[in-house]
């Protein structure tokens, strides 16, 4: 069984920095696909960064391009996300998702059908 924790979330002002951290334990060694999710109150969710581990191929939502990077420790079973020039739009709940997974179109990493298995989520906010 596959948990996953994220941590790293806090409170920044427009224009800092933060890393997420989702460390995962369990049977990952097939989970192929990974990524992070945000929910805003009263949005919908939207995937912000995945990674297939099976070759290092990463996918970004527009709206964090250029300002976030996706990557992972293989010695530590960690996914990360770097976020940069954050705004206050980037507030939300920050979940990690893993899931083994092929798909024929890289963005289709960022929908959330194709993970099973979510975190608990970390709250990110970024005041003006």
């Known amino acids: 069984q596959v948990q996953l924790v994220e941590s790293g979330g806090g409170s920044v002002q427009a224009g800092g920095s933060l890393r997420l951290s989702c460390a995962a334990s369990g049977d990952t060694d097939r989970r192929n696909c990974m990524s992070w999710f945000r929910q805003a109150p009263g949005k919908e969710r939207e995937g912000v960064a995945a990674?297939?581990?099976?070759?290092?191929?990463?996918t970004y939502a527009d709206s964090v391009k250029g300002r976030f990077t996706i990557s992972k420790d293989n010695a530590e079973n960690t996914l990360y996300l770097q976020m940069n020039s954050l705004k206050p739009e980037d507030t939300a709940m920050y979940y990690c998702?893993?899931?083994?997974?092929?798909?024929?179109?890289?963005?289709?990493?960022?929908?959330?059908?194709?993970?099973?298995?979510w975190g608990q989520g970390t709250q990110v906010t970024v005041s003006s």
């Open positions: 990674i297939n581990t099976g070759d290092g191929s990463t």
């Open positions: 998702a893993v899931s083994r997974c092929s798909v024929s179109r890289l963005s289709l990493l960022l929908q959330g059908y194709v993970y099973n298995i």
